[in-house]
């Protein structure tokens, strides 16, 4: 079993930056794929970024956070984190870490393991 857990969530205004991490444990974190979802009230959870296991060679955006997100892995903490710059009203959601062993199972939400969320607020 995995546990995840969020951090760094909270409110900002439009344009400024957070960086959200998650914590691993209950298995060796360089094997999982991770990720961050997102889900907006009254709104479908969607993928925000996905990064590859060992290595995080591989990373995959959103179209909606391209260029302004950034997911990293520090294999060493047990930790991935998501950094996000100029943040827009349209981020408001609850940001949802995730993991899996297998990369195409993250990829598309049906991974086994999910933290609790964070909520992320950005005001206008």
């Known amino acids: 079993q995995v546990q995840l857990v969020e951090s760094g969530g909270g409110l900002v205004q439009a344009g400024g930056s957070l960086r959200l991490s998650c914590a691993a444990s209950?298995?060796?974190?360089?094997?999982?794929?991770m990720g961050w979802f997102r889900q907006a009230p009254g709104k479908e959870r969607e993928l925000v970024s996905v990064?590859?296991?060992?290595?995080?060679?591989?990373?995959r955006y959103a179209d909606s956070v391209k260029g302004r997100f950034t997911i990293s892995r520090d294999n060493a903490k047990n930790t991935v984190y998501l950094q996000m710059n100029s943040l827009k009203p349209e981020d408001t959601a609850v940001y949802y870490c995730?993991?899996?062993?297998?990369?195409?199972?993250?990829?598309?939400?049906?991974?086994?393991?999910w933290g609790q969320g964070t909520q992320v607020t950005v005001s206008s």
């Open positions: 995730a993991a899996d062993l297998a990369w195409n199972r993250l990829r598309i939400g049906v991974n086994d393991y």
């Open positions: 209950g298995r060796t974190f360089s094997t999982l794929a």
């Open positions: 990064i590859s296991s060992p290595s995080g060679s591989t990373t």
